[in-house]
């Protein structure tokens, strides 16, 4: 990303600029008026939509937490495996 000030004569820092950058991911990024005129939805189908949309991500969201976890379950049992086995490695 670049972002050019526009500047005359090289004066960076001479005058002050706000930039508000806004990102918007998953249901909140998509363009509802543009989807409701492409499928002619009414606005109680469109609420619909955009719930279903929510709930979509919502459902990603949890199935890679749940992966996450599953991984780091994983990885502690692993870890007192190693650990048990060290333990028994310097008391014998």
Same mark, same amino acid.
Not at 15 to 28: C, F, N, P, S, Y
């Given at each position: 990303? &670049? $972002?050019? !000030?526009?500047?005359?004569? +090289?004066?960076?820092?001479?005058?002050?600029? #706000?930039?508000? =950058?806004?990102?918007?991911?998953?249901?909140?990024?998509?363009?509802?008026?543009?989807?409701? !005129? /492409?499928?002619? =939805? +009414?606005?109680? /189908? =469109? /609420? @619909?939509?955009?719930?279903?949309?929510?709930?979509?991500?919502?459902?990603? /969201?949890? @199935?890679?937490? %749940?992966?996450?976890?599953?991984?780091? %379950?994983? !990885?502690? +049992? !692993? &870890?007192? $495996? #190693?650990? #048990?086995?060290?333990?028994? +490695?310097?008391?014998?």
């Amino acid at each position: 990303m &670049v $972002i050019d !000030t526009g500047a005359p004569n +090289g004066n960076i820092g001479q005058e002050k600029r #706000t930039v508000v =950058l806004q990102i918007k991911v998953g249901a909140d990024a998509k363009d509802y008026d543009k989807v409701a !005129t /492409e499928q002619a =939805l +009414g606005p109680l /189908e =469109l /609420e @619909m939509k955009k719930l279903e949309d929510t709930m979509v991500q919502l459902n990603k /969201e949890m @199935m890679f937490i %749940r992966a996450r976890e599953a991984a780091m %379950r994983d !990885t502690n +049992g !692993t &870890v007192i $495996i #190693t650990l #048990t086995l060290s333990i028994d +490695g310097a008391v014998c």
